[in-house]
């Protein structure tokens, strides 16, 4: 077999547009639902697939990051595990999201991973099947396999797909890292929010259950809020530290990020039911 360079696969950032807390299960994971909506913005990823099963990885990625430590590596080993493929891959990922700021970098590059070495490596499992492999490495890798916006429950993972508008975002990146597993762990983190039906949900006013407590953490968050919330209707997404204003149009959108203090680091981006990556899959 001749060496496959596969090029241009998205790994798009999520937006968390509710957060809803419901309950801790007995293995310290929270019961949640949540609104998923993807963003026309991410990192890129390409792909070489090699007739020796090494997996290595080059990335604009900061080094404290280990390779084996990277989501990518774990994705494509588990893939290889799962299906016995003896093919590897080399794989090139140009990183544009902020890292630990709740808009899902790190696992949508394993989905990106997994859908795409699937498709280029042949190993034919499907969409539930590349999900289930996904949940083992985290909560938030379903959606961006299942790659419509959705309505999730459980721990993340029981999805149901939503059309809902695509506004336009400016999303602000405070300059700290959030990490998932501490603010779970946080005593002050409410975990009493009703669940209700989505229909109630989607009429609801949307909110955020990690917001509160980040932004008495982090007063970065809290900054980068407050100045949003004079623009437009605001939340934080996941659990921080981004935060991300809500506008009917890109240039409304522009024109708030060019008055954007020069503190602050953000970008603008349309929200997209249908992934970036699922539009690349129906490419290939
Ligand atoms: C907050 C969200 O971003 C919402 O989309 C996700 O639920 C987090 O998903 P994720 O980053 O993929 O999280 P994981 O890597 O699976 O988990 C990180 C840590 O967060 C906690 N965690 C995560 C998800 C969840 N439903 N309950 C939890 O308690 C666990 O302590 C876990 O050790
Ligand atoms: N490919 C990767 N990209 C980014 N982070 C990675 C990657 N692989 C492993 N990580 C680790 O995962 C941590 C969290 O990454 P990520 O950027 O996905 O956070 P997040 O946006 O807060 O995610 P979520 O919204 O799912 O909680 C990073 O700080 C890093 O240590």
Redesign the pocket.
């Known amino acids: 077999m001749t060496q496959t360079l596969s090029l241009g696969w998205p790994a798009p950032?999520?937006l968390?547009l509710f957060l809803h807390i419901n309950g801790r299960r007995a293995d310290g994971y929270h019961e949640l639902q949540t609104l998923f909506q993807f963003l026309e913005h991410g990192?890129l990823l390409d792909f070489k697939i090699t007739t020796v099963s090494k997996i290595s990885l080059h990335?604009n990625?900061p080094s404290?990051?280990a390779d084996a430590?990277?989501?990518?590596v774990?994705a494509a080993n588990l893939l290889q595990q799962q299906t016995g493929t003896h093919l590897g891959a080399e794989i090139w990922?140009d990183?544009k999201?902020?890292?630990?700021?709740?808009?899902?970098?790190?696992?949508?590059?394993?989905a990106t991973t997994l859908v795409a070495l699937n498709s280029l490596w042949q190993t034919g499992l499907d969409n539930q099947q590349l999900a289930a492999l996904g949940l083992k490495l985290?909560?938030?890798v379903p959606i961006f396999i299942h790659g419509h916006a959705a309505f999730a429950e459980g721990v993340g993972e029981k999805l149901q797909a939503v059309d809902i508008p695509e506004h336009w975002y400016l999303v602000i990146a405070p300059d700290v890292?959030?990490?998932?597993a501490e603010i779970f762990q946080h005593p002050d983190l409410p975990r009493d929010t009703p669940k209700v039906s989505l229909t109630e949900l989607l009429s609801a006013n949307w909110k955020n259950d990690c917001q509160t407590l980040v932004c008495n953490a982090f007063p970065q968050v809290a900054k980068a809020l407050a100045w949003l919330l004079e623009y437009a209707p605001s939340r934080m997404?996941?659990?921080?530290?981004?935060v991300f204003g809500e506008f009917k149009t890109q240039q409304q959108a522009l024109e708030c990020l060019a008055q954007m203090p020069t503190t602050f680091h953000g970008f603008v981006a349309k929200g997209t039911n249908i992934s970036p990556l699922q539009r690349r899959l129906t490419r290939c």
Do not use: R, Y
């Open positions: 950032a999520k968390n990192d990335s990625l404290s990051i430590d990277n989501l990518i774990k990922l990183k999201l902020p890292m630990g700021g709740g808009v899902g970098g790190g696992s949508s590059d394993a985290g909560a938030d890292h959030v990490s998932t997404t996941g659990t921080g530290a981004c």
